[in-house]
């Protein structure tokens, strides 16, 4: 699964930000899930001590014999389980290496080392379990191999660390440490793909969606929908979706009143990472296309009556993705007064509470902006002035991917201003709630704008805009260097003023 360097392949459920995130915002009971993983540390100390000799796991045997008994074969039964293991297996791994990287950056060699140990044993029980349950591709027991290389040595080049005070040595040691962790996140990344592939192979989604088309089994669907969304990170999954007539099903899902909220934000995740413009196969979008409205106006809905911010951020994040590939979603979305909608919940901490949250409130809000009418129901919903704010947002942490959510909210917001100030009352709202000096701020302060060049460009765009239909509010010194230059002078201009700040 995704680590805080390979994050590109799960980072579209989200639009542009990563599944992490999503996992960074999971509101679950920390002793719920520390019983769910604990199985799977037992056994890995065990396997260790057995010099890897597999242990049986144990059923639910209540589960499967409701499932098997039920029309469910009970191929289908293993094949969801293997999945279910394969992936609770990979997200210990994947939390194992996030941490290592975040340790090695403080230089706590002591827990690199342990963690790195950690890491070594779930990877090789990984292998181990998913080898011994089924027959492994020739192509994936390459990836297998290197992968067991490359934790063997992360795992020897970290006790190293622990005998030496030699700061030079330890430096270059940080380096060696850190490109090695990047190719062990790579090689995981790789191989958990080439593994859900061959699941896929193995009849997995059409197993997961007879689960989700019988009523019987409707506590079961959340899970199932759940583990769905990981497969669909690959394309091989969202064909075989395609196939079954998924998106009709997730349909059925999103527009039945008596769904749960759960499995209605598990079908939204699925609608999120089928729709992401990540994806380079397109095939089954022309049969998503068939059931949008009843989706989007499903989704808009989850948006309003969300409990709490991971359903919010998944249903968000759908609609974002949607709107990207077809404009009339968002004249869908302004029928069903989509911005105030989303504007609220921008006041309410329970739905929206992090960066990723904003970056699809915002990004929605940019591609509706393209539509006439939308200015005037933002003026209505003192939008600009959630602009303004959307502007100032900042990390409360270090974490790099929080970092890039806020400026994805920071660029995005420049972007929906630029084109909401087209319409001559949505600049004068603008300029009179002081939008000009805080977009000079951002062009002049790389700190304030998180040290990035697209907040910048977004920025030097809308307050030209600005500047056209208002020549008066802004200053003489400031109109020679950001409005009468080419963007890309002004641009260079404003890139080196970072020099001066180091």
Same mark, same amino acid.
């Given at each position: 699964?995704?680590?805080?360097?390979?994050?590109?392949?799960?980072?579209?459920?989200?639009?542009?930000?990563?599944?992490?995130?999503?996992?960074?915002?999971?509101?679950?009971?920390?002793?719920?899930?520390?019983?769910?993983?604990?199985?799977?540390?037992?056994?890995?100390?065990?396997?260790?001590?057995?010099?890897?000799?597999?242990?049986?796991?144990?059923?639910?045997?209540?589960?499967?014999?409701?499932?098997?008994?039920?029309?469910?074969?009970?191929?289908?039964?293993?094949?969801?389980?293997?999945?279910?293991?394969?992936?609770?297996?990979?997200?210990?791994?994947?939390?194992?290496?996030?941490?290592?990287?975040?340790?090695?950056?403080?230089?706590?060699?002591?827990?690199?080392?342990?963690?790195?140990?950690?890491?070594?044993?779930?990877?090789?029980?990984?292998?181990?379990?998913?080898?011994?349950?089924?027959?492994?591709?020739?192509?994936?027991?390459?990836?297998?191999?290197?992968?067991?290389?490359?934790?063997?040595?992360?795992?020897?080049?970290?006790?190293?660390?622990?005998?030496?005070?030699?700061?030079?040595?330890?430096?270059?040691?940080?380096?060696?440490?850190?490109?090695?962790?990047?190719?062990?996140?790579?090689?995981?990344?790789?191989?958990?793909?080439?593994?859900?592939?061959?699941?896929?192979?193995?009849?997995?989604?059409?197993?997961?969606?007879?689960?989700?088309?019988?009523?019987?089994?409707?506590?079961?669907?959340?899970?199932?929908?759940?583990?769905?969304?990981?497969?669909?990170?690959?394309?091989?999954?969202?064909?075989?979706?395609?196939?079954?007539? @998924? *998106?009709?099903? $997730?349909?059925?899902? &999103?527009?039945?009143?008596? =769904?749960?909220?759960?499995?209605?934000?598990? %079908? +939204?995740?699925?609608?999120?990472?089928?729709?992401?413009?990540?994806?380079?196969?397109?095939?089954?979008?022309?049969?998503?296309?068939?059931?949008?409205?009843?989706?989007?106006?499903?989704?808009?809905?989850?948006?309003?009556?969300?409990?709490?911010?991971?359903?919010?951020?998944?249903?968000?994040?759908?609609?974002?993705?949607?709107?990207?590939?077809?404009?009339?979603?968002?004249?869908?979305?302004?029928?069903?007064?989509?911005?105030?909608?989303?504007?609220?919940?921008?006041?309410?901490?329970?739905?929206?509470?992090?960066?990723?949250?904003?970056?699809?409130?915002?990004?929605?809000?940019?591609?509706?902006?393209?539509?006439?009418?939308?200015?005037?129901?933002?003026?209505?919903?003192? @939008? *600009?002035?959630? $602009?303004?704010?959307? &502007?100032?947002?900042?990390? =409360?942490?270090?974490?790099?991917?929080?970092? %890039? +959510?806020?400026?994805?909210?920071?660029?995005?917001?420049?972007?929906?201003?630029?084109?909401?100030?087209?319409?001559?009352?949505?600049?004068?709202?603008?300029?009179?709630?002081?939008?000009?000096?805080?977009?000079?701020?951002?062009?002049?302060?790389?700190?304030?704008?998180?040290?990035?060049?697209?907040?910048?460009?977004?920025?030097?765009?809308?307050?030209?805009?600005?500047?056209?239909?208002?020549?008066?509010?802004?200053?003489?010194?400031?109109?020679?260097?950001?409005?009468?230059?080419?963007?890309?002078?002004?641009?260079?201009?404003?890139?080196?003023?970072?020099?001066?700040?180091?």
């Amino acid at each position: 699964m995704a680590t805080p360097q390979s994050s590109s392949r799960q980072s579209s459920l989200l639009s542009s930000s990563p599944m992490s995130s999503r996992m960074q915002s999971l509101q679950v009971d920390s002793v719920q899930r520390w019983m769910e993983d604990l199985r799977h540390m037992t056994e890995v100390e065990c396997m260790c001590v057995l010099q890897a000799k597999p242990i049986g796991v144990e059923e639910d045997s209540q589960q499967g014999e409701l499932i098997v008994g039920s029309g469910v074969g009970a191929g289908d039964h293993v094949a969801r389980n293997n999945l279910q293991t394969l992936l609770r297996r990979a997200l210990v791994v994947s939390t194992e290496l996030g941490k290592m990287f975040q340790r090695l950056e403080k230089g706590r060699w002591q827990r690199v080392h342990s963690t790195a140990v950690r890491a070594n044993c779930h990877v090789r029980s990984l292998v181990h379990e998913y080898s011994a349950a089924r027959s492994t591709p020739p192509e994936m027991q390459k990836y297998e191999k290197s992968l067991l290389e490359k934790c063997m040595e992360l795992t020897n080049i970290t006790e190293r660390c622990l005998h030496t005070d030699d700061e030079y040595f330890l430096k270059s040691m940080r380096e060696a440490i850190h490109e090695i962790l990047t190719d062990v996140s790579d090689s995981f990344s790789n191989m958990i793909d080439m593994a859900l592939a061959n699941e896929i192979r193995e009849g997995a989604v059409v197993a997961l969606f007879k689960i989700c088309r019988q009523d019987r089994f409707k506590d079961l669907y959340a899970h199932a929908l759940r583990t769905v969304a990981s497969i669909c990170c690959v394309e091989e999954g969202i064909n075989q979706l395609d196939k079954v007539d @998924g *998106i009709l099903c $997730l349909a059925d899902i &999103l527009t039945d009143e008596s =769904s749960v909220e759960a499995a209605r934000a598990e %079908a +939204a995740a699925v609608v999120a990472q089928i729709t992401s413009p990540h994806h380079t196969s397109t095939q089954h979008l022309a049969s998503f296309l068939e059931s949008m409205h009843d989706i989007v106006t499903a989704l808009i809905k989850l948006c309003e009556s969300a409990s709490c911010g991971e359903v919010f951020l998944l249903a968000s994040a759908a609609l974002a993705n949607i709107t990207f590939f077809d404009s009339m979603a968002c004249e869908i979305l302004l029928q069903l007064n989509a911005i105030h909608i989303l504007l609220q919940a921008c006041k309410d901490r329970q739905r929206v509470d992090t960066p990723y949250s904003k970056d699809q409130v915002v990004t929605i809000l940019a591609n509706l902006s393209v539509l006439e009418q939308c200015a005037s129901e933002v003026l209505q919903e003192q @939008g *600009i002035e959630r $602009l303004l704010l959307l &502007l100032g947002e900042k990390p =409360s942490s270090s974490s790099p991917s929080e970092g %890039a +959510a806020c400026e994805r909210v920071q660029q995005k917001a420049a972007v929906t201003l630029a084109r909401l100030s087209r319409d001559p009352d949505v600049a004068q709202t603008a300029i009179q709630l002081k939008a000009v000096p805080r977009l000079i701020e951002l062009c002049r302060s790389p700190t304030e704008r998180n040290n990035s060049d697209s907040v910048l460009v977004a920025c030097l765009a809308a307050l030209r805009r600005l500047a056209a239909g208002c020549p008066d509010s802004i200053e003489a010194a400031d109109h020679q260097q950001l409005i009468k230059p080419r963007l890309v002078d002004s641009f260079l201009l404003c890139s080196n003023m970072e020099e001066s700040f180091v």
